[in-house]
């Protein structure tokens, strides 16, 4: 008999490793904010039994998921502009909403509303791209969320940095900031091949070189995007960043909706992660990611949500299956990304992007308990043959009943046990009110 923290019993454990595994009637042990066993629930009881059990009768256990592209403050400006393509979108309402409103007071509202959206949904990690990234990390760490918070480098000025050599240097201190923080860490987040220039691009490649951290960019949203790249450089903007030496493992290229055959073996080549966008890319009408394509090509592929104002909510089951749906589609073939690799790129291909697969994206022996439970018990998920079907084809986020991140518990029974859901409600509607006022003709 040993002394552990707690037992978490459910029918089905998913472990997205070893893949097509499911394990039925076990038990995960926790300690320490670690997963230090798995095994049948007759055996953990009598091998744990100072435990404290948490039984969940009807659910499934998954990774936590991982949304692997958001620009979490955005949320407060969640269908403020619709159904526009993404220059019109941008330039004509977005950046101007941004160049208003952005401060350290919205980043902290609009970040806040945005992790209690993902706990609640499931996600227990998000790689952020947005100003004021030091207040995103400040909120997401006193709540208990995982972050991977982005060092943006942009050529315009905002009211947070200057010039590009002030955008580096508010990213390395933060940087620094966090060197080993247990659940914040930092990635370089140029922001697209039309807003950073070749000076600060190669800087960015050789300080996440030495630093060896992931570089989070979005690239080939959308063909405007490739072919101004090609008119103002030359080349298309992949060969451009492969010149500047950013093509390489460390790379998360997102959107890639935009791309030859020669590309995809090329990316593939690199090692380079893609970060799959499917409800934003539709959204915006980007395009397509040839989702079969690179799979088949060896290419790691992770999911993200973007930000909610083009998307508009960070909800990762919606994002599994339009990946999955989608792929079949493109590819014309039914047996593209079945429910397991969907699921798969939610998790531990988002982890392994993040350079976190060491830690988190499956529920392995020795892996940091970052669980989800998804209640598959009622009649939306009825009947049951294949547990995994049912998250991707079938549930939606509102299934999701408890979530823990390193052990802590911040979901129980769908309340939040970390942050306050009416003061978040009340701050939101109160950026609510003064946007719209700002908004009416005078
Ligand atoms: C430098 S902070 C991030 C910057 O990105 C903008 N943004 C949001 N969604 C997208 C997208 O899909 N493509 C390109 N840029 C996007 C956001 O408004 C911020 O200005
Ligand atoms: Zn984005």
Same mark, same amino acid.
Do not use: E
């Given at each position: 008999m040993q002394n552990f923290n707690t037992l978490i019993y459910a029918?089905?454990?998913?472990? #997205?490793i070893p893949e097509n595994q499911i394990l039925e009637n076990h038990c995960l042990a926790i300690h320490q904010g670690r997963i230090v066993d798995c095994l049948p629930r007759a055996h953990a009881e009598v091998r744990y039994q100072n435990a404290h059990l948490i039984e969940l009768t009807q659910h499934a256990l998954i990774p936590g998921l991982v949304?692997?592209?958001?620009?979490?403050?955005m949320s407060l400006l969640r269908?403020?502009?619709?159904?526009?393509?993404l220059m019109e979108w941008l330039e004509g309402y977005i950046w101007p909403a941004e160049s208003k409103w952005v401060s350290e007071t919205f980043v902290r509202d609009g970040a806040l509303l945005a992790i209690a959206e993902m706990l609640r949904g499931g996600i227990t990690c998000f790689n952020d791209m947005y100003f004021f990234p030091e207040i995103v990390a400040q909120v997401a760490a006193k709540v208990g969320m995982r972050a991977v918070i982005g060092m943006i480098v942009i050529d315009f000025p905002s009211s947070w940095a200057k010039t590009s050599e002030d955008y580096i240097r508010k990213g390395l201190e933060l940087n620094d900031q966090y060197?080993?923080?247990?659940l914040i860490k930092t990635a370089f987040a140029p922001h697209a091949p039309y807003t950073v220039s070749d000076g600060p691009l190669k800087q960015v490649a050789t300080l996440a070189k030495e630093l060896n951290i992931p570089v989070h960019m979005h690239l080939h949203e959308t063909a405007e995007e490739v072919n101004r790249g090609l008119a103002q450089y030359g080349v298309r903007p992949l060969e451009r960043l492969q010149r500047l030496g950013?093509?390489?493992?460390q790379l998360l290229a997102v959107h890639m909706t935009q791309l030859t055959d020669q590309e995809i073996q090329t990316l593939a080549a690199s090692s380079a992660h893609v970060i799959h966008c499917p409800e934003s890319n539709l959204k915006l009408a980007s395009g397509f990611c040839p989702v079969a394509k690179l799979y088949q090509a060896g290419v790691n592929i992770a999911l993200g949500t973007d930000g909610a104002a083009s998307n508009n909510d960070l909800d990762m089951f919606v994002e599994m299956r339009l990946a999955a749906l989608l792929a079949k589609a493109l590819a014309g073939d039914?047996?593209?990304?079945?429910a397991n690799q969907a699921l798969r790129m939610a998790t531990l291909n988002g982890a392994k992007a993040l350079g976190l697969e060491q830690e988190i994206g499956s529920l392995e022996i020795?892996?940091?308990?970052d669980i989800v439970a998804v209640n598959l018990g009622e009649l939306e998920t009825?009947?049951?043959?294949?547990p995994t079907s049912q998250l991707v084809y079938t549930a939606g986020r509102?299934? #999701?009943?408890d979530v823990w991140i390193a052990g802590q518990q911040v979901l129980k029974k769908r309340q939040f046990?970390?942050?306050?859901e009416s003061l978040i409600l009340s701050q939101t509607q109160a950026w609510a009110e003064r946007i719209q006022e700002a908004r009416k003709p005078i």
């Open positions: 029918p089905w454990i998913i472990p #997205v949304n692997t592209h958001t620009h979490s403050p269908g403020l502009a619709d159904d526009l393509p060197r080993a923080h247990p950013l093509l390489s493992s039914a047996s593209a990304i079945p020795g892996k940091v308990a009825q009947p049951l043959y294949d509102d299934r #999701v009943s046990t970390t942050l306050d």
